[in-house]
Structure formats: C-alpha cells, structure tokens
C-alpha cells in the first residue's frame, strides 16, 4: 500500500462544484468533495476560481477531505451571470400541463440563452398529465425552431434513459420557471445529489436548498448538472432590437426573401418572414412572441 505521505503528495485533479465564503468544493470525478482553499497566488495574478472550474489540488487532510487548490485549468468558456465557467449545453425545463406552459416566458428564456451563445436542450416534464396531441404540438414548434426537444414524465420515470444520453459527457445548466419539476429530475438523474449537498451543508451550516449560490451535482463521470439561480434570469440587457431576430434561429432560412435590406419583421411589406408565418413554416406563437419582445425592446430605448 503507498504511504500516507505520498498519496497526500500528489496532484490530483476535480471539478470545482460549489464555492462559498471562500472555502470551494472540489468533486475528484469519482466520488468524494474535498473542502479546498485557494493559494494566495490566485488573488496576486487575479485570478478567480468559478465553479465549473477543472482544478488541479493537493489533499491536505484525507479523512477530513480537505486540500489546497494549486491550479485552475483553462477554461472553455466563461459566463458573466452567473459566474460560472465550462458550461457545455443549458437544459430547460418546463411543464407539458399543470401548470400549462408559458410558451411567452419559454421564448423569453430562449432569447437569454441564445444571447450567451450556450445550446439549448428543451425539456418537456409531467408529460403523464398532457394529452398526446399538446405533446406534439409543442415538439412541432421548437423541432421547428431548431431545438432539440425531449419529452418526460418524472414521475413515472419515463424517457429518463433519453435524457440522460443527452447529457452524458457534458456540463448542463439547469433553468426553467418553479412548479415545472426540476428538483424531481435532478433527483431522478442522480438520486446522491441531495447526500452530496447535505454533506456540503454541514460543513457550512447553511440550508440544503440555498438558492443563492451556483451549485454543480455529479451524475456519472464527465457529466454534471448545475442549479443555479442566476442562470434561469431573463437577460436581455444591451441587446438592439435589430439584433434580436438572431435569436429566433428560424428566421434565418426567410430572411433573403425579404423585399427591404435590413427588415425587423415586424411591419414590413413583402417580409419573408411573415411569409413564412402564414404558410406554417414558423410557428405563429414563436412570432408573436418576437413582436412582442421587439416592441418591449423599441419602446426602452425610447427613455
């Protein structure tokens, strides 16, 4: 067996899950979090670690699980809000029925997500309770758009399997209104995250569903879930409302058809867009939803 001293040594490599008052928890990819501080050389060449972070630690204390984080990886990418880094894909979430789905709001986090350039997983939850034609209305309008579209039932456990390959091998952000089922599908795809964030808990005595703080759970190697409060908010600050079109990526296929060069879509004549809307090729939902956001965006600028 290898000496205590020598293990202790080594450099080993995780994934910062959660970060709080300065203490960050390292998950090592196979089972275990470590409590780790950050060297001071972090904060002399102002470097900040996010959760999300890849992080290579020393472990000081090994029953204890606390360790030194000595290095932060390069990052494939970094979001503003909230701050987290190595976000691969968001997976948000909403209710088939009860609650009927805000096809508004889900247009609206749709728009925030495509302005952080973060692809999108659209999940459909409680589909035990919607009838089959809603089902499949609703896959018909984002399978439209562009989006790849799943549809579960929590409860029952069903399409769960699908959902899962969906994820595998990616860090995924968790977003979507209250009520929709989200804690019930973290809990079915990885049933230890509740053991996980309770484990963290005691040691920072502070409530298990902190909504303050990002939060990473490990589902199997490779493959994370983050809750985060932050990622669910609507942002939309600094966008143009000529810039907003870019968001609804089924637009761009009609965009040459339209008659006048830079055409919103909105009260144009001779619009491809509009075309596009009469004939079903764009859902008349997705384009009300436009109209309405590219209104809110024109009349805000006004003061």
Do not use: W
């Not at 302005?115 to 919607?130: G, H, Q, S």
């Amino acid at each position: 067996m290898m000496p205590r001293e020598e293990t202790l040594s080594q450099v080993h490599r995780g994934k910062i899950v959660k970060g709080i008052a300065g203490f960050y928890y390292v998950h090592d990819g196979i089972s275990a979090v470590y409590e780790c501080k950050a060297r001071g050389i972090f904060r002399e060449r102002g470097v900040r670690p996010l959760v999300g972070d890849n992080v290579e630690f020393d472990i000081l204390d090994a029953e204890e699980r606390t360790g030194n984080i000595t290095g932060v990886l390069e990052r494939e990418n970094e979001l503003i809000r909230p701050a987290v880094a190595n976000i691969n894909q968001a997976m948000l979430v909403f209710a088939a029925a009860e609650p009927d789905p805000n096809l508004n709001l889900l247009d609206r986090f749709l728009v925030s997500m495509q302005l952080r350039d973060v692809p999108v997983i659209l999940c459909f939850n409680k589909t035990d309770l919607a009838e089959t034609e809603e089902l499949s209305r609703l896959a018909d309008i984002y399978t439209k758009a562009g989006y790849r579209v799943c549809t579960v039932s929590a409860k029952r456990g069903e399409g769960v399997g699908e959902l899962k390959a969906l994820l595998k091998g990616r860090t995924t952000a968790l977003a979507g209104p209250s009520g929709v089922g989200k804690s019930s599908l973290t809990n079915l795809l990885q049933p230890d995250a509740g053991m996980e964030t309770g484990a963290v808990s005691d040691k920072i005595k502070r409530g298990r569903h902190t909504t303050r703080h990002s939060e990473l759970f490990f589902v199997e190697t490779d493959t994370y879930l983050m809750d985060t409060p932050g990622f669910g908010s609507l942002f939309t600050e600094g966008i143009e409302p000529k810039e907003l079109a870019a968001c609804f990526p089924e637009f761009a296929p009609f965009v040459p058809e339209c008659r006048f060069l830079g055409c919103v879509h909105v009260g144009e004549r001779d619009c491809g867009v509009k075309s596009a809307v009469q004939e079903g090729k764009i859902a008349g939902s997705r384009y009300e939803n436009y109209r309405l956001i590219y209104n809110e965006l024109k009349n805000n600028r006004r003061y």
